[in-house]
């Protein structure tokens, strides 16, 4: 499947911003990452199949929420209160798995978006 991400830009701290990744077909699992200059891919938050489950890095608890619409093949990371340390670029992913969890390591998905930049500005 292919991914298409946008909504990346440039924003004050304080202020959100939603992301979102469409699908050219119908996906399992996913998961937003982003990578810092200079530093790994990381984690960010995932999705089950179904949207009934969801988790997020520590460092974004609370104050970012994914969701997906299946009918739209789409899948949502909306930030608010964002932070300078949230500059990155942010990818979204996606697995094959049908399952009810959640996948926090990159080699647990299969196809990767191109990436939207997003800078917050202090």
């Known amino acids: 499947v292919q991914l298409q991400a946008c909504g990346g830009g440039l924003v004050q701290a304080g202020a959100y911003r939603r992301l979102s990744c469409v699908a050219s077909g119908r996906t399992a699992t996913m998961g937003w990452f982003r990578q810092a200059p200079g530093k790994e891919r990381e984690f960010v938050s995932g999705?089950?199949?179904?949207?009934?489950?969801?988790d997020y890095a520590d460092s974004v608890k609370g104050r970012f929420a994914i969701s997906r619409d299946n009918a739209k093949n789409t899948v949502y990371l909306q930030m608010n209160s964002l932070k300078p340390e949230d500059t990155a670029v942010y990818y979204c992913?996606?697995?094959?798995?049908?399952?009810?969890?959640?996948?926090?390591?990159?080699?647990?998905?299969?196809?990767w978006g191109q990436g939207t930049q997003v800078t917050v500005s202090s």
């Open positions: 992913a996606a697995g094959r798995r049908y399952a009810t969890a959640v996948y926090y390591g990159t080699e647990a998905y299969d196809d």
């Open positions: 999705i089950s199949w179904s949207g009934t489950l969801t």
